[in-house]
């Protein structure tokens, strides 16, 4: 599909969910694009941008779930997998794109989710030297709005362990900035085997 621009009076109106927020929500299968950003599927050849900007970065090598990447290969067969399960399982898994940088800087996975119970968990990140960027917050602002719509959903969820302090801080203000509320910490539930260390699990989560 070729870019079309579109002038920002023409772009969505307010919704109380995006307050003072303006944006393009061009859904393509399920993809979006906001002011900022292209929220798409992986490519290929996106792997220098997640080896660069997402999979080496040394400050979180102790974060329990958190792997640095030693070569751009091992982008690549992540991403591959990425795309395989797009394609062939229907999973979530998206890029976020900055358009200004036409690189990927963040990702959002909301594959853990269960129709059953109307569910959705997410996990989602963005280099750490965009986290008061807002972009994740632009991001995360139109997927969450896409998954309570889809009448599929009535509670979308966030986990994530408090092992690194300043991921804690950063993620915690990027969630309550995007209206989602602190519902509950759950007390020493793994030992990060990096550190040897207890760590609390915190969840996340807005309610249709």
């Known amino acids: 599909m070729e870019n079309i621009y579109i002038p920002k009076r ?78 062939k399982m229907n999973e979530l898994i998206w890029a976020i794109e900055d358009k200004k940088k036409h690189e ?12 059953a119970n109307r569910i959705c968990k997410f996990k989602c990140g963005i280099a750490l030297n965009l986290a008061e960027s807002g972009l994740l917050e632009e991001a995360l602002k139109v997927v969450i709005n896409y998954l309570l719509k889809t009448g599929k959903f009535d509670v979308i969820v966030s986990e994530f362990f408090d092992g690194c302090k300043k991921l804690v801080e950063d993620k915690s203000k990027i969630l309550e900035n995007v209206g989602m ?9 793994i030992i990060n085997s990096k550190t040897g260390l207890a760590e609390n699990k915190i969840i996340y989560s807005i309610v249709q």
């Open 10 to 87: 023409a772009f969505c109106k307010k919704s109380s969910f995006l307050d003072g927020f303006y944006y393009i929500m061009v859904k393509l299968g399920e993809e979006f694009e906001t002011q900022n950003l292209k929220i798409r599927k992986f490519k290929l050849e996106d792997a220098e941008d997640v080896y660069k900007n997402l999979g080496t970065e040394k400050e979180l090598f102790e974060c329990l779930g958190y792997n640095m990447h030693k070569t751009v290969r091992q982008t690549e067969i992540m991403i591959s997998s990425f795309i395989y399960e797009n394609e």
């Open 104 to 115: 990927v800087v963040g990702y959002i996975n909301a594959s853990e989710r269960s129709e």
């Open 181 to 189: 509320v602190k519902e509950a910490i759950l007390h020493k539930r």
